[in-house]
Structures are given as C-alpha cells and as structure tokens.
C-alpha cells in the first residue's frame, strides 16, 4: 500500500491562498490521490480526487506532477471556516478494501 | 435522502460491559469500515469489509467484533477486552468498482465514554 506522508500542523491567515502537500513515493501506476477534510466531532468528507495533472472543483484544486510521487491541495482564499484537517489518501489499486487515513494536516486559518 | 447513519450519538458504558454502535447506510454500497479517532490524531481503521458475510481485520481490531449479514448494516461491538475504548468511532462505506476509485461516506460518529 502507498504510504502517505504530509505536515502535521499548517497556519494562515483568511484570504489568502493555502498549498498542502502529501508525498507518496510508492505510488502505483492505477492509483488515485484522493483527499478529504474533517470538522471537529464530524466524519472526513471527499474535497477532490485526481490521476495526474490537474483537477479543479468549486473546492479546491489538486495539483500532481508527472513523476506522481507527491499532490498538491490548493484551497484559494481560504476563510474562518477552511480550518480543518486535510487527509491526503491513495486509494489501492489492488482494491484490497483498505481505506487508510494518516494523521493528517491540521489548517489553522486565522482573521 | 441517500446516506450512512449511525447511533446513538452518545454513549456511555460501563467498565466491564459490551456495547454496539449502529451503522446504516441507503447507498447501496458493497464496502463499509469502522475507524476509531481519539483526541487530536487520524482515523485508525478497526474492521473493514467489502461484501456481505465477509470482513477483515483492519489494524486495532483487537477488543472489537463485527458482523455483516445484510448489505445496508455494519454494527461493531467494543467488547470489555478492549482496554481503553474511550474515543470517536466512525462509520463509512463505498461503492467497490475494480480499480477506480471511490468516494468514501462518513456517518456523523458515536462518541463513547467509559465511566
């Protein structure tokens, strides 16, 4: 399984731009990079997922280079409310079932 | 509306008792997974199972139990082995679809006390 790897703890301050990065060296050729965000005393809930290159939603963006071994969580402008811990997943391809969640990044956004 | 329920929201337990925590889910998912989060750090996944009448252990399943004998539920029992069960317990599910991958649903939790 591809291991993740991303900062424990980041801080900004509202309106500006927030980039989390996750490393996953041992990445696999049909993996997906998917990542959620978690509320306090609320479940992680899906932000955005991609394969390579980039993908924007009204959320976020995700940015993954060619060599895939890292991604990129992009949240523009980020507000009061954007503070939150960011899962960085990749999902087996091998669909073995397990679906497993690091410690995450804890975003401190601040006014 | 579509989604994973759990319950009770609350619960309490005494030491030395079992108890169940309920998950649902109207998705029509083939997967589901229980994690445990104590203060301040990640999910850690308990048991997982991708079809009915099969589950795996996931990587704390020691002093926990399931069961999975209809699709729409995955109830989880913490057990009196388990030593310190004090934590926030999370339901999920997802679709199973070869090698693409899927968006996983969470419940809303069950916080529970040992008192």
């Known amino acids: 399984l591809a291991k993740t790897t991303q900062p424990i703890s980041m801080d900004s301050y509202e309106g500006q731009e927030v980039n989390i990065t996750c490393s996953h060296n041992n990445i696999a050729t049909n993996d997906y990079i998917t990542w959620y965000q978690q509320f306090p005393s609320q479940g992680p809930r899906f932000i955005i997922q991609?394969?390579?290159t980039k993908v924007t939603n009204e959320v976020a963006s995700l940015f993954i280079p060619a060599d895939r071994k890292s991604s990129t969580l992009s949240l523009p402008r980020v507000s009061l409310s954007d503070t939150a811990v960011y899962y960085c997943l990749v999902y087996p391809s091998s669909n073995t079932g397990k679906l497993i969640f690091g410690q995450g990044t804890t975003l401190q956004v601040k006014p | 509306d579509g989604g994973i329920t759990q319950s009770p929201k609350y619960l309490f337990r005494k030491e030395g008792q079992n108890v169940t925590l309920s998950c649902e889910q109207n998705l029509n998912h083939d997967a589901m997974y229980w994690y445990r989060q104590d203060p301040g750090q990640g999910l850690r996944l308990i048991y997982y199972?991708?079809?009915?009448?099969?589950?795996q252990k996931g990587d704390i399943a020691e002093g926990y139990s399931v069961s999975r004998e209809k699709k729409e539920s995955f109830p989880l029992t913490v057990t009196s082995a388990q030593k310190n069960p004090t934590a926030f317990y999370l339901c999920a599910s997802s679709a199973v679809a070869g090698n693409q991958n899927t968006e996983a649903f969470f419940g809303q939790g069950t916080r529970l006390t040992v008192v």
């Open positions: 991609g394969y390579k």
């Open positions: 199972s991708q079809i009915v009448n099969d589950f």
